[in-house]
């Protein structure tokens, strides 16, 4: 009798086991399953719209007024209409940088901030956005930094920001309510996200302890559970992955030429979705065109046949819309990768 409850207890506690990797197992399918509509996505088109940047291109001083004024101005239908004719599958649009402008509403970042009048647009341009994308079958992403806005002196002190290799737990903690605040809002309207300059990742996400990189994820999905995450590292030609609480590589890369995908299979590195990002122009975001046709056609049929996804930054104008030599570009881009076995 003692014997046979003795294995009545090991066998529930293997039946207990069973289940538990069973769960486990699903998770981190679901997990890996977040990023299948890239692959079938195929490729996006990215533009920083930064007030900084047009700033400096147009030769415009910068204040929130004229910020609210360029954000009114920017033709969401327009480029959703542009990023449809070249074939793109998403677009990946910077919500802010280093200036401390950005282009959507955040009360819990101007709660902590304080400035006034607020530096985040008055519209919603990721929403209108989402909705000119949406209704042509175009999934959108966000960018922002990991960090404060560098150039804002009292938006980084007010959010305790240290540049440098610090745990930086009260910065964290403030910049996750505010992404928070921005996934909640949007909800599905959102489908990813790409965190830049997560390059102290030791120190400041791979703790047991919130906040971490599993904190950080999970502010960015608070409004779409499905968002796609990615974190950067920097410029790094081989292509990896920081951590399993990202769904696919950041992958950014000056010179595509050097790119390094080791070990894919099925297009997955380490179990992410292979991803690179590069740019079309002479800067990110900036300049005309630096490559031949051609050989953007070939970069990006190349990663394709790994079973990667390619993004291609290229500049935007003021009213929001992409000039036609890259216009051209991407259309060879999206008419090469549609054809059958590319």
């Given at each position: ?231 950067n590292p920097g410029v790094v030609p081989r292509i990896l ?102």
């Amino acid at each position: 009798m003692v014997r046979s409850n003795r294995l009545g207890v090991q066998g529930f506690a293997v039946w207990f086991l069973g289940v538990a990797l069973l769960v486990a197992s699903s998770a981190a399918a679901e997990r890996q399953d977040r990023a299948a509509w890239m692959k079938d996505a195929q490729w996006g088109v990215m533009n920083h719209y930064l007030a900084d940047w047009i700033a400096r291109v147009e030769k415009m001083e910068m204040s929130v007024e004229q910020w609210n004024k360029l954000i009114d101005g920017f033709d969401a239908e327009g480029l959703a209409k542009q990023i449809e004719s070249v074939g793109a599958g998403y677009y990946l649009i910077t919500i802010g940088q280093n200036s401390g402008y950005y282009l959507s509403h955040n009360a819990v970042y101007d709660k902590y901030v304080g400035i006034q009048p607020s530096k985040c647009s008055r519209r919603d341009l990721v929403a209108d956005l989402s909705r000119a994308l949406r209704k042509r079958g175009i999934k959108l992403m966000v960018y922002l930094p990991a960090g404060a806005p560098g150039s804002d002196r009292v938006a980084r002190e007010a959010l305790q920001w240290q540049n440098g290799a610090y745990p930086n737990r009260e910065f964290q903690l403030k910049w996750e309510q505010v992404i928070r605040e921005w996934s909640a809002g949007w909800g599905r309207k959102v489908d990813g996200w790409w965190f830049d300059g997560c390059y102290w990742p030791n120190t400041m996400y791979r703790s047991d302890e919130v906040p971490n990189f599993a904190s950080f994820s999970a502010a960015a999905r608070s409004g779409n559970p499905d968002s796609v995450v990615a974190f950067n590292p920097g410029v790094v030609p081989r292509i990896l992955s920081l951590t399993p609480h990202e769904d696919y590589t950041a992958g950014e890369i000056n010179d595509p030429n050097r790119v390094e995908i080791r070990r894919a299979v099925n297009g997955k590195i380490d179990g992410v979705q292979v991803h690179i990002l590069s740019f079309l122009g002479e800067r990110w975001g900036m300049g005309a065109p630096r490559f031949a046709t051609e050989q953007v056609v070939k970069w990006s049929q190349g990663i394709r046949k790994q079973g990667g996804v390619i993004t291609w930054d290229v500049p935007i104008q003021p009213d929001g819309l992409v000039s036609q030599p890259f216009m051209d570009q991407l259309t060879a881009v999206g008419k090469a990768l549609a054809r059958r076995g590319e």
